[in-house]
């Protein structure tokens, strides 16, 4: 396993991210936007990533570099739970408690991302939805908190707009899921914000402006602690 540079906490002007299972990196990005340094690890090759890249088993680079990171996040694969991987009768190994064993070990913040389908496996998430951040997708995404990080809940707008069904073509006037084999690569890059990458990144991406918000709370909440020290 190859050892990223100089991992050191305080060893870069930026605080250190470790973006683990990145795959096209739609959370490196938000957590690059907010003004880490990201470190992407993904078990196949990310030629689309767009930032430092590893490619590695996440839970043995978490045991073995997590500790030098200023912030981890983890999206353990979600096939396990998927509505539309149920259907088709898909079975994945659930890497949800093995991942948080992992993070807790390295005694850093970290956040770990799931969907619907896997929230009850998470503790006391916070779910965030694209209409809080002004996109035109529903896409709730739940993320767990710990090592001393915790997020308040945003305000979560009612949904006002009707949602095409899943990884069909989106009607006009309606809002679109992207999941699956779904319709409508360019419009899916334009509303997540996702202009990199292809089908394949889009239906597992969590839009950047959720992590970029994570990124900016677990800053701020650096910043209280220094003035109140
Ligand atoms: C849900 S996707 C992550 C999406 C990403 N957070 C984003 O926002 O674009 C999960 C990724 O985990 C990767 N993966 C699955 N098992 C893995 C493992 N044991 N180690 C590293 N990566 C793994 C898959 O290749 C896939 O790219």
């Known amino acids: 396993m190859a050892q990223p540079t100089d991992n050191r906490p305080g060893s870069s002007p930026r605080p250190r991210l470790l973006d683990a299972f990145c795959c096209q990196g739609g959370a490196g990005k938000g957590y690059r936007d907010a003004g880490f340094e990201v470190?992407?690890?993904?078990?196949?090759?990310?030629?689309?990533?767009?930032?430092?890249?590893?490619?590695?088993?996440?839970?043995?680079?978490?045991?073995?570099?997590?500790?030098?990171?200023?912030?981890?996040?983890?999206?353990?694969?979600?096939?396990?739970?998927?509505?539309?991987?149920?259907?088709?009768?898909?079975?994945?190994?659930?890497?949800?408690?093995?991942?948080?064993?992992?993070?807790?070990?390295?005694?850093?913040?970290?956040?770990?991302e799931n969907v619907r389908g896997a929230a009850a496996k998470l503790r006391n998430p916070v779910m965030l939805c694209g209409t809080t951040f002004g996109l035109e997708t529903y896409r709730h995404r739940f993320f767990e908190t710990g090592g001393g990080f915790t997020l308040t809940p945003p305000e979560h707008p009612e949904h006002t707009v009707p949602q095409a069904k899943m990884g069909r073509p989106v009607p006009p006037g309606y809002f679109g899921q992207y999941v699956g084999n779904f319709s409508g690569v360019q419009a899916a890059r334009d509303i997540l914000k996702v202009p990199w990458m292809n089908r394949d990144g889009i239906r597992e991406c969590i839009p950047p402006a959720y992590t970029e918000w994570i990124g900016r709370a677990f800053l701020a909440s650096l910043a209280a602690l220094e003035v109140a020290a």
């Not at 990533?49 to 353990?76: E, K, M, N, T, W």
């Not at 079975?91 to 970290?110: F, K, V």
């Open 39 to 112: 470190t992407g690890v993904d078990k196949d090759p990310q030629p689309r990533y767009p930032l430092a890249f590893h490619q590695a088993d996440a839970i043995d680079f978490i045991g073995a570099f997590g500790a030098g990171f200023d912030f981890i996040h983890a999206s353990p694969p979600c096939q396990h739970d998927t509505d539309c991987q149920r259907i088709r009768g898909n079975t994945h190994p659930d890497l949800i408690g093995p991942t948080r064993e992992a993070l807790n070990a390295t005694g850093r913040p970290w956040a770990m």
